[in-house]
């Protein structure tokens, strides 16, 4: 039987592309950009903050959760998100490699 089209590729390229996709979505950039501007976990500030409806807010939590890229604790019956360290230091050093690897080069068309 053949390749899955991930298969070709190594686990660092998978991971990073999965943890990349579950991020390219403004509503998903602006939620993570306020987790981090609390410094701490969020629980129901979101729908204040960006303007969105809570079902909306909910599936793009989801979408991070399940990309590992926050994670979520209940206090109640709420449920309060932050950073997850590891998944954002794989991040930071992954797509910071990636971006630096490029060297600007005169002669390119």
């Not at 991020?23 to 950009?33: D, E, F, G, Y």
Request: hydrophobic share 40%.
């Amino acid at each position: 039987m053949g390749l899955t089209k991930t298969e070709i590729f190594t686990e660092e390229q998978n991971k990073l592309a999965s943890l990349l996709k579950a991020m390219a979505h403004p509503a998903r950039i602006a939620i993570l950009q306020q987790i981090i501007a609390a410094n701490a976990c969020i629980c129901g500030d979101l729908v204040e903050e960006l303007g969105l409806a809570q079902a909306t807010i909910s599936q793009h939590l989801k979408e991070l959760k399940n990309a590992g890229i926050i994670q979520g604790t209940i206090e109640g019956v709420k449920v309060c998100y932050c950073i997850e360290p590891k998944a954002w230091a794989l991040l930071e050093s992954q797509l910071g490699n990636f971006l630096t690897s490029y060297k600007k080069s005169e002669s390119c068309c």
